[in-house]
């Protein structure tokens, strides 16, 4: 039996959302630089309007680092029996769960990332880092019930295995 872990917004933050948020900056960087001398440039006190860019540039520097350092390395997981289903959406991998040296999470991004970390490396490295789909509560350590199975699953694997 197949259970998707991660999140079906998997696909959108891992693309789309460094895509649209670093294109976005990066527009707003050329627009400062064509236009220093418009009304709707507003430079802060002691620079001059035609710097601003610079701001601007900056910002967005650190901004699509800051986006791409949290999106990059996501992966869409499946717990498959007695192993995980890794994907990058390019190639797919197959992990035991007796592999799994400690599962850690939530991370305090939003949305909330948990990390498995594995005995030995595999293509992807030693961490595999997923999003869970989210879980609407006022309890800021709620856990999805998708990371609970996953814990579940392991132990009973480590279980198995020392048996």
């Known amino acids: 039996m197949e259970q998707q872990l991660s999140s079906?917004?998997?696909f959108f933050y891992k693309f789309i959302l460094p895509v649209l948020t670093t294109g976005g900056m990066c527009f707003g960087t050329w627009w400062t630089w064509r236009n220093p001398g418009?009304?709707?440039v507003h430079a802060p006190d002691g620079m001059a309007a035609d710097h601003v860019w610079l701001l601007m540039l900056a910002a967005t520097a650190a901004v699509a680092a800051i986006v791409w350092w949290t999106s990059a390395p996501l992966k869409r997981v499946v717990?498959?029996?007695?192993?995980?289903?890794?994907s990058n959406y390019l190639t797919e991998i197959r992990v035991?769960?007796?592999s799994i040296e400690k599962i850690?999470?939530?991370s305090?991004?939003?949305?909330k990332r948990y990390t498995v970390t594995l005995l030995e490396p595999t293509d992807y490295g030693r961490r595999?880092?997923?999003?869970p789909p989210m879980v609407w509560s006022f309890n800021p350590w709620a856990e999805a019930e998708e990371v609970?199975?996953?814990?579940?699953?392991?132990?009973?694997?480590?279980?198995?295995?020392r048996g």
């Open 148 to 161: 609970a199975e996953l814990r579940g699953a392991w132990a009973e694997a480590q279980a198995r295995n």
């Open 96 to 98: 035991p769960l007796t």
């Open 108 to 111: 305090r991004t939003n949305p």
């Open 104 to 106: 850690s999470g939530p």
């Open 128 to 131: 595999i880092t997923f999003l």
């Open 79 to 86: 717990l498959s029996d007695d192993e995980l289903v890794v």
């Open 38 to 40: 418009s009304d709707r």
């Open 8 to 10: 079906r917004w998997t």
